[in-house]
């Protein structure tokens, strides 16, 4: 099997495992009011958010990664993912800083990965909903 016969099926593991991930944050705003409101205060530099925006945050952004996981309008999808995912990447900049926690270096490779999808969206094939490249 050469690339371009390999590539799709890279793809779409790659898009179901950012999705895994982007789901299970935008489930958080639902399951874990609370919680989410204190990320946002520590890293968002939002000192109250109340439920009722969260949930509108919630709503969109499950909007957001449904279409996303269904490649509907990837240059969209993908790139509001990319863009979700890098704010939230940069924003946990300190955390970065003397290794207080290891578990946000997992961000970067998984914007490799956001970027690679919408690098290569004309590309990712498999059980989308836009299977062909836009001209």
């Not at 509001?80 to 995912?85: E, R």
């Not at 490779?109 to 836009?130: E, G, H, I, N, S």
Request: charged share 15%; with cysteine; net charge positive.
């Amino acid at each position: 099997m050469n690339i371009q016969q390999r590539l799709p099926l890279a793809l779409l593991f790659l898009r179901l495992s950012v999705f895994i991930v982007m789901l299970m944050w935008t489930l958080a705003k639902f399951i874990k009011p609370e919680q989410i409101a204190g990320v946002f205060k520590k890293f968002y530099f939002f000192s109250d958010i109340s439920q009722p925006a969260l949930f509108a945050i919630g709503v969109l952004q499950l909007l957001v990664v449904l279409a996303f996981v269904a490649g509907f309008k990837k240059r969209w999808s993908y790139g509001i993912v990319l863009v979700l995912h890098g704010i939230s990447t940069l924003a946990s900049f300190d955390r970065y800083l003397g290794f207080s926690s290891l578990l946000f270096f997992a961000a970067w490779p998984m914007l490799a990965a956001c970027f690679a999808l919408f690098y290569l969206r004309d590309a990712d094939t498999l059980f989308v909903v836009d299977r062909e490249p836009r001209r």
